[in-house]
């Protein structure tokens, strides 16, 4: 599977799974810390998708905002560069590991987030969580079902911080997301260097961003 088609699942499934277990609160099972993190930031994001603004261009930029910024809110980008580098992530410096985390989120954002004016009735089930032994590390899995009957399984794997937990990978029909961004990025870094990684990056974010008319 393609990495965009990865990540329009991804933006399917953490939109549309989450607001099917949102909206069934007499599931069996109680939510767990992981789940309700989720559900916490699903919530705010329907609440402005479902806002009337949001159908017409001409209001739906702040709109757009406030789901981008929650989308920031539950996935941890500085964990999710860190993983998708590699153990390169240690040769950037600090201040060159904040570039990249936020040029990296913004080519994210940009490439994939209006994909959610696309979604076209996907259903998804809520299937259950794998968590470690420690506790540290959780994955939450769904399935998500397609207009064409396909079944895709698509799951969060998330980490607690700050009190909360974070989004660091998305693994769709087992193939992560961070693995798929790493060749990409280690075939830069095999003849560049990690401000010439940082540049593209932001170049790129950069020409997604005109291209969508933002």
């Known amino acids: ?70 989308v920031l809110h539950i996935f941890d ?12 992530w240690s040769t950037f410096t600090p201040a060159q590991q904040q570039q990249f985390s936020d040029a990296f989120a913004e080519l994210l954002l940009n490439t994939y987030l209006s994909k ?40 969060y794997r998330m980490l607690p911080k700050d009190g909360t937990w974070f989004v660091y990978d998305v693994l769709i029909e087992n193939i992560s997301l961070v693995k798929n961004y790493r060749t990409q990025f280690q075939d830069i870094l095999n003849s560049g260097s990690p401000d010439q990684l940082i540049a593209k990056v932001k170049a790129k974010a950069q020409e997604v961003r005109q291209g969508n008319g933002q």
């Open 1 to 70: 599977m393609s990495t965009h088609a990865i990540m329009r699942h991804i933006v399917f499934g953490f939109l549309f799974v989450l607001m099917a277990v949102a909206v069934q609160p007499s599931q069996a099972r109680a939510s767990s810390p992981a789940q309700t993190a989720l559900e916490t930031s699903i919530t705010r994001i329907l609440g402005s998708i479902k806002n009337p603004d949001y159908v017409n261009p001409a209001t739906r930029k702040p709109l757009r905002q406030q789901i981008e910024d929650e």
């Open 77 to 88: 980008f500085k964990e999710f560069s860190s993983r998708t580098v590699g153990p390169r």
């Open 116 to 155: 959610i004016d696309g979604y076209n009735g996907e259903q998804v089930v809520y299937t259950g969580e794998v968590t470690s032994p420690k506790g540290d590390r959780t994955e939450v899995r769904t399935v998500i079902t397609m207009k064409d009957s396909k079944k895709v399984p698509v799951a």
